[in-house]
């Protein structure tokens, strides 16, 4: 299943970040989002999956399309389970800020965690410490660990989390600890494939964020060997009783491989503006350039691709270097 869609997904994606794009600093978040949802599921129509929505643009009520339990794809082979998200970091493309994505994920059937629309407390570090760090850890302690793991001192360190009043307690932790941290406003998948790829200058991401994102980056973190440890936060008891009727666990410590136990993993995270890891979107005369992300699990690989699309022929300008 990895080999034949992995390049399908990756035009899934490409399509919703251009897009997307046409947007970034337009003030406009809303009609960000609704054009890469309806880009990003006019192409999975045209993909040979039976496809099921398990983490998407929210219930069947709240969203026209990409909602949660829609069925995608041509009706034709496998049985695929998707988890999309088709801006991580709307508001980012919308004041142009850096590190917004266009996001698919997919696994065989029930290989991802069907994740409620709530908070998840996340601790997400890359493969050194991987296995190694505990959630019910003090900061100190997790934050000596990793920085044992890299070989550095806690001072090294580079801790990303979301800038919420809600994590003030643990933003004043991680500076008496001595580590550097990066607030964003948003776009923690972003973050989290981040920790796991060296050279970002980013070792963990921190912090309560969404329980969708969590599964998207856990996926990630199956396939680059890094760890996402995790606990569902309902931010009201409606939520906690959804949660409840959905078998999650309130109590329980997630692990990358809970909430994303299958075998058949494909990533994939196209560039919507310019970030640590992504070029963002970039017009030209006549076409645009894209910058993506293609993870593999069972295959093993990890490739960035970077692609020119000619919208017309011939295209107003040479293709650069």
Known sequence: ?????????????????????????????????????????????????????????????????????????????????????????????????????????????????????????KLIVGPPAAGKVNIDYPVRANLQIIADALSRHVSDLTVVILDRPRHAGLIQEVREAGARIKLITDGDVSAA???????????AVMGTGGAPEGVLAAVAMRCLGGQILARIKPRNEQEAERAKSMGIDLDKVYDSQDLAPGDNLIFVATGVTDGELFKGVQYFGGGARTHSLVLSYRGGTLRFVDTTHFFERPAHGMVRV
Request: glycine share 10%.
């Open 1 to 121: 299943m990895e080999k034949l869609l992995a390049t399908e997904f990756l035009r899934v994606a490409e399509v919703a970040a251009l897009a997307a794009g046409r947007w970034m600093g337009q003030g406009d978040n809303y009609h960000a989002d609704e054009a890469a949802v309806e880009a990003m599921r006019k192409a999975l129509d045209d993909v040979d999956i039976r496809g099921s929505v398990v983490i998407g643009e929210g219930e069947r009520d709240e969203a026209p399309m990409l909602y949660i339990g829609e069925q995608l794809g041509s009706g034709k082979g496998p049985l695929v389970d998707i988890a999309v998200d088709p801006v991580e970091g709307t508001n980012l493309v919308a004041h142009g800020q850096p590190n917004a994505l266009s996001v698919i994920a997919a696994s065989d059937k029930s290989g991802l965690l069907h994740a409620p629309d709530t908070y998840m407390e």
């Open 193 to 203: 494939i981040s920790a796991a790829i060296s050279g970002t200058n980013v070792h």
